[in-house]
C-alpha cells in the first residue's frame, strides 16, 4: 500500500513577519489559512507563524527570533544565504499572473523563456527568496 500526497507546503524563515505579510498578502494576493495566536512584541502586533494560499500554492511562514529578541536589522549574510533557495510557483498563464502582480505593485522584469524551455518570470521577496512564476502547460 502507498500513500498519496497531496502537495508540498515550504515553511521559511522571515525576519519581519509584518513586511513578509505585506508582501505574500498583498503584492501576491495569498489568503491566509492559519496562524499562530497574535503576540503584542517591541517589534509590533504579528503571528509568530502563518501559513498562507493562493490557488494550489501554499507555503508557511515562520519567524527568525521570538518577540522582543527581533535586532533593529536583518543580517546581511543570512539574507544573502537565502538566495539559493528557489520556490516555483505553477501559472497556467505567466504573462496574466506578471500582468496581475506587477499591477499590484511586483518589481520583476517581463517574462522569459528559460533555456530549459519554459516561460517564466521571478522577485525575490522581502528576506530574500527567489521566487519564480513558471508557466504549466
Not at 62 to 69: A, G, L, P, V
Request: charge should be negative; charged fraction near 25%.
Amino acid at each position: 500500500m502507498t500513500f498519496a500526497a497531496l502537495g508540498m507546503t515550504p515553511l521559511i524563515s522571515v525576519f519581519d513577519m509584518p513586511d513578509a505579510l505585506r508582501f505574500y498578502r498583498e503584492i501576491l494576493g495569498f489568503d491566509l489559512v492559519a496562524a499562530s495566536p497574535e503576540v503584542q512584541a517591541r517589534e509590533g502586533t504579528f503571528s509568530h507563524w502563518v501559513w498562507l494560499r493562493r490557488g494550489q500554492a501554499q507555503i508557511m511562514l515562520n519567524t527568525q527570533f521570538d518577540s522582543n529578541e527581533r535586532p533593529a536589522e536583518n543580517d546581511p549574510a543570512r539574507v544573502a544565504a537565502h538566495g539559493d533557495t528557489v520556490l516555483y510557483i505553477g501559472c497556467a498563464d505567466v504573462d496574466e499572473a506578471f500582468d496581475e502582480l506587477t499591477r499590484r505593485g511586483l518589481h520583476a522584469d517581463a517574462p522569459t523563456l528559460a533555456p530549459y524551455g519554459l516561460r517564466q518570470f521571478s522577485t525575490k521577496d522581502p528576506d530574500g527568496y527567489i521566487i519564480v512564476f513558471q508557466e504549466v502547460r
